[in-house]
């Protein structure tokens, strides 16, 4: 990348913005790969979603996730009940904004920003392994 004196080209300009281009993106995808200490396209880990769940969901929702809590009693309406065969025919893109958004009318307040991407993903595969 020289040119002799004056303007540089066109050509070379835009060749350098490619050069820093392209060492952004490298960037910005090791950044995204060493998420959380792993590969952010590792499958997500229902083990790692059941701490996540006991940490922030079990007080509600209960141990098994069955909606039977000590908190349960006094919640209207009571937490639903993840093990049930309405829950689990939701989809991971429903269960997802409900963990991130909320649902209005209930103490289901929303998390987002509370997880990544990846621990909600870990959470849904812990959910879907409550399926009875």
Request: aromatic share 6%.
């Amino acid at each position: 990348m020289t040119w002799s004196g004056g303007r540089p080209s066109t050509r070379v300009v835009w060749q350098a913005r490619c050069k820093l281009s392209q060492r952004f993106v490298v960037g910005m995808v090791l950044s995204v790969v060493v998420l959380e200490g792993r590969s952010a396209w590792a499958a997500p880990d229902a083990e790692r979603g059941k701490t996540l769940y006991m940490e922030s969901c079990q007080h509600c929702h209960g141990a098994r996730g069955d909606g039977k809590s000590e908190m349960a009693a006094y919640l209207t309406p009571p937490p639903s009940n993840l093990t049930a065969k309405v829950t689990q025919e939701k989809s991971d893109a429903v269960l997802r904004k409900t963990i991130l958004e909320g649902r209005p009318g209930t103490a289901m307040s929303g998390f987002g920003g509370a997880f990544t991407e990846a621990q909600v993903a870990d959470m849904l595969a812990y959910l879907r392994s409550l399926k009875p």
